[in-house]
């Protein structure tokens, strides 16, 4: 029997992705969206003072405005990011700018910081708020304008407005869709933001820095070192490529960041160079390619201590996010570990690498 979950995945594919996107975000507003079943508590995770029922998050950029995030988390997600929101609406790039590849499982977009501002994502938090908040943990991944954007103002500005309503926040300055965006990935300017945030900001949730995948692996380290000095509390690994590993489809040249299991090579990549260096000091969120319980069961054992997922779940709906726990569930009692909890405990012991992964 086909499940109304993957019927509406199945509508949705043949809608062109900007309105399969706007249908999925109305239908998840309206409530008319699934529950899903409680988590078993062995997925709970503690991280950054926040109890997530499981590891699993939904990748920033599916809801930027903040609009749905109920709905979004009755779909069994462990936690949200919101956003990227920038201190003014901004259009975008024009379209088209979201490309799907269904042979390869892959997306590219050059969406463009699209969004409503931070005026209208505060008004989406209240009125969250008057419905009983977020049901899981929420995070809030934040941007600069195109135009006019000054970095040591405009990131204290929407911390401080948008800071009461999330359990983490992102500085995302690897987004490829923007010009001057990923000029911001330096030791120095990190280190700048941070001190303009500690000054200008009195409180503040957990800030996290989203890198890109394509710097170069010794630009990692002084990047960790800047983040864990300057006050960062976590890395979120990885934004989208513009690079094009094993994309065949002729939608290869289209210009933009891809994302889904072309990604999930460099994305492990990544986390490795950052795990070896960072010894601990900063929550490692990772992103990129993960399409299955084992593909997160692998990450954690390599230093992540969440995952997030986007282009898997546009290509198997919601039922994609109940699978992925269930084979994680599986994967952990395979190597004999009852909670994420052990699995961590046995990680920082470093007694997990030799068996499992
Ligand atoms: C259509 C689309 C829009 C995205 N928008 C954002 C964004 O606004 N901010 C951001 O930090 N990442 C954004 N991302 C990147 C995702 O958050 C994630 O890092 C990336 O897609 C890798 O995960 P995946 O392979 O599971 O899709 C976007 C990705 C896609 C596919």
């Excluded at 529950?35 to 499981?54: E, I, S, Y």
């Excluded at 359990?167 to 000029?183: D, E, H, L, T």
């Excluded at 976590?234 to 094009?244: G, M, S």
């Excluded at 569930?329 to 190597?335: D, P, V």
Aim: include cysteine; hydrophobic fraction near 40%; charge should be positive.
């Amino acid at each position: 029997m086909v499940r109304a979950s993957e019927m509406a995945a199945w509508l949705l594919r043949r809608l062109g992705p900007e309105d399969a996107h706007e249908v999925a975000m109305r239908t998840l507003q309206s409530g008319l969206a699934g529950w899903a079943r409680p988590d078993d508590p062995a997925l709970a995770c503690d991280v950054m003072g926040m109890r997530c029922p499981n590891p699993v998050g939904l990748a920033a950029g599916f809801d930027k405005d903040g609009r749905a995030i109920r709905g979004l988390a009755r779909l069994g997600f462990g936690f949200i990011e919101a956003g990227t929101v920038t201190l003014h609406p901004q259009k975008g790039n024009p379209s088209p700018r979201l490309f799907r590849l269904p042979a390869e499982r892959a997306i590219i977009n050059r969406m463009g910081f699209n969004g409503r501002g931070a005026k209208a994502f505060e008004a989406n938090m209240h009125r969250l708020q008057r419905h009983g908040g977020s049901i899981v943990p929420l995070g809030i991944n934040i941007g600069l304008n195109k135009e006019g954007a000054h970095p040591l103002q405009d990131y204290p500005t929407l911390i401080n407005a948008l800071g009461p309503f999330a359990r983490y926040m992102v500085i995302n300055i690897s987004c490829p869709n923007q010009q001057g965006v990923r000029a911001q990935q330096g030791a120095d300017t990190i280190g700048a933001v941070l001190a303009a945030v500690r000054q200008q900001c009195p409180v503040h949730p957990p800030l996290a820095i989203k890198l890109s995948p394509d710097l170069s692996s010794q630009d990692y380290p002084p990047l960790v070192e800047a983040a864990a000095r300057s006050g960062a509390s976590a890395l979120v690994l990885t934004n989208t490529t513009t690079t094009r590993p094993g994309v065949g489809s002729p939608l290869a040249s289209e210009v933009g960041g891809l994302s889904g299991r072309p990604l999930a090579q460099r994305a492990r990549e990544v986390l490795r160079t950052v795990a070896a260096c960072n010894e601990g000091r900063l929550v490692l969120i990772s992103t990129g390619g993960i399409e299955s319980g084992r593909d997160v069961f692998e990450r954690l054992c390599m230093g992540a201590d969440l995952v997030q997922i986007y282009s898997s779940f546009i290509y198997d709906g919601p039922s994609v996010i109940s699978r992925i726990k269930r084979e994680l569930l599986e994967a952990m009692r395979s190597h004999g570990l009852e909670s994420i909890r052990q699995l961590r405990s046995e990680r920082a012991e470093g007694r997990l690498r030799a068996h499992a992964c």
